[in-house]
């Protein structure tokens, strides 16, 4: 020990007090030692100044070992506490470690002592190290946490305005064209036909032109999903990815009461994206079946496909991400995600369940930049998937 320690004796007799003083300084211990022998002396001694270890007698007159035990653990938990005891048998010794002791001494072993105190010294700062470590670990995991709720509700906010912008902005600017194209076509003389086609296939293409931003608007952040519900926007969904892959896709939407919290359904609805998404592109399905209920006080939604179904070791596969990020987005509302095969069928069942109450966690999905410390006006809405589109 480079630097003196704070040792705490608590023992009545003098002499097996300058006996264990003795031991401690042969085997090259440097400390300071504060002696006491009553209850009240001991209760002050730990309350001062908690020391670095603790040597206590066993029996001592009108205060036991057992109690001073008892006390070392409630005020000074981390400190390790040695019995010195000339009187100690074995069992009563087992029962002391058992109830959080660090070890034992006899009066008549002495040379023992000093390796005992270095050996919980050592184990102490290990062990507090370890805590530290345990500690930090998680604030960074809460860290990561924060700034991915953060992240992607920053994404959402984007998604929703670019959304809204390319529908808007390019969209009346696309349908004035248009009209200006009419005006023009109207004032063309009959006999200039090549250029009345070309007006045409101008307003034909406009139109689908027209039709492309409106995919890209609603495929960036469904209109439907902010002003008709989370119902509304899985039909439509189903109705899309229907269209576009052939696979049948059969939506039940039991939803009663008001509209769902805006965090709810987003995270609801890109889940369902990415498991649509999923389908397409690994269960070789031909029917895919939504279901969407409220009951006692949660939200679930099940996508039921009839495909090859997922293995185990893909679901438990560290590098699936995409499963990842949906059990995640559950977590962070305090909600279950569950992916496994069809029980007694064919093909893959997901299932996602929110509580409607949502847990305090939940709420910080509409919180802050977790770097910084100005707080931010218009703070994200809502949480987004970063999951690909169907
Ligand atoms: N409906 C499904 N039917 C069959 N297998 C599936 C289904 N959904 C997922 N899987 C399997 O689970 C794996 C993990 O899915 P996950 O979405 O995590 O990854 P991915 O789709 O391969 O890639 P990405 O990270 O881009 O989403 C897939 O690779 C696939 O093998
Ligand atoms: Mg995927």
């Keep these: 020990m480079k630097h003196d320690i704070r040792i705490l004796m608590l023992e009545d007799d003098a002499t097996d007090a300058e006996l ?29 100044n908690p020391p670095a270890v603790i040597l206590s007698d066993y029996s001592l007159p ?64 290990e062990r507090s190290a370890h805590q530290r470590a345990e500690e930090q670990l998680r604030e960074s995991h809460e860290q990561l946490r924060a700034l991915s709720i953060y992240l992607q509700s920053v994404r959402e906010e984007e998604r929703t305005r670019i959304a809204r912008e390319v529908h808007d902005e390019l969209g009346q600017a696309l349908t004035s064209c248009k009209l200006d194209l009419a ?9 200039l036909k090549p250029l009345l086609q070309k007006a045409r296939d101008l307003t034909a293409h406009i139109d689908s032109t027209i039709q492309t931003v409106r995919r890209i608007s609603s495929e960036l952040r469904p209109g ?43 995270t609801l609805f890109r889940i369902f994206q990415e498991t649509l998404t999923n389908i397409i592109r690994h269960a070789a399905a031909t029917k895919v079946v939504v279901t969407l209920r409220q009951a ?44 496994g095969r069809v029980p007694k069928g064919k093909g893959t069942r997901v299932s996602v369940s929110l509580p409607l109450r949502r847990p305090d966690r939940a709420h910080r999905l509409n919180h802050e930049n977790p770097f910084s410390r100005r707080s931010r006006r218009g703070a994200p809405r809502v949480e987004a ?5 169907v």
């Design 296 to 339: 006692d006080g949660r939200v679930t939604l099940e996508v039921e496909d009839n495909g090859r179904g997922i293995s185990k070791a893909e679901i438990s596969n560290p590098k699936s991400m995409g499963l990842l990020g949906m059990r995640e987005r559950a977590a962070l509302l305090g909600g279950a995600f569950r992916i």
């Design 20 to 48: 264990a003083e003795f031991a401690l300084r042969k085997g090259g211990l440097g400390f300071e030692m504060v002696r006491v022998q009553t209850k009240e002396e001991y209760l002050k001694a730990l309350a001062q």
């Design 183 to 191: 005006w023009i076509a109207g004032k063309l003389p009959k006999e």
């Design 224 to 266: 439907v999903l902010d002003h008709l519900g989370l119902a509304a926007a899985l039909e439509w969904q189903a109705n899309e990815f229907e269209s576009r892959t052939g696979i049948r896709c059969h939506t039940d939407s039991h939803l009663g009461g008001p509209q769902l919290d805006s965090n709810l359904s987003t």
């Design 62 to 125: 009108g205060f036991n070992g057992h109690e001073a035990l008892d006390l070392a653990r409630e005020r000074c938990p981390g400190v390790p506490f040695i019995f010195v005891s000339g009187t100690m048998g074995e069992e009563v010794a087992i029962e002391t470690l058992k109830s959080g002791a660090t070890d034992y001494v006899l009066k008549t072993r002495l040379s023992r002592l000093a390796p005992a105190v270095n050996r919980a010294l050592r184990e102490a700062h």
């Design 385 to 389: 998937n970063p999951g690909r589109r």
